[in-house]
């Protein structure tokens, strides 16, 4: 009976430990709001993006794998500054006076389990006078697939439940045999 217990206690905390250990792999930090928002359309030229993501950022000082915000026109040209990360907001100073039209927004930053999460959305300049932008408004975000190093695309992870139901099987056989094995010790 002793060994019954030992062998259920050991295989509870085995199970408990990969329970905790996998369930933050597929825990990715996504953009849940951004000024100005997907399809948006101001009227003047806003002075900043501001993106807010779900959880604190890591600022990571290399340019390939850390924090990379664009913000093209139909042309092309990068309107953007450096960004900044603030907890969980990144703040990009925007060159003055965007002209009327529509702009893409691509951004990278690193998520607070590590890994780089990226992904993508567009709004529209009507006019062209820089004003103060107006508080992050909810957005849905397009994740999009991108080939250049600097904006890689890392979406989310598929879950663990594969893994999760093969690790439940190997502990039911477990179980099964250690019940088995003191049953024939028994008799």
Sequence with gaps: MFRLRTALAGAAVAAAAVL????????????VASSPADGEQVATSPEQIVLTFSNTLIAVEDEADGTAVVVEDAA????AGEPVIQGDTVTVPLEQDLSAGDYRVTWQVVSSDGHPTSGEYGFTVLG???SADPAPTPTEPSATPDDSDALASSEEEPAPWPLLIGL????????????????????
């Design 128 to 130: 062209a006078t820089a």
């Design 20 to 31: 905790t250990v996998a369930a933050p792999a597929s825990a990715h930090d996504s953009l």
């Design 168 to 187: 439940g099987v190997v502990l039911l056989v477990a179980i099964a045999t250690a019940i088995a094995l003191t049953s024939r010790k028994r008799h």
């Design 76 to 79: 092309g040209r990068d309107w």
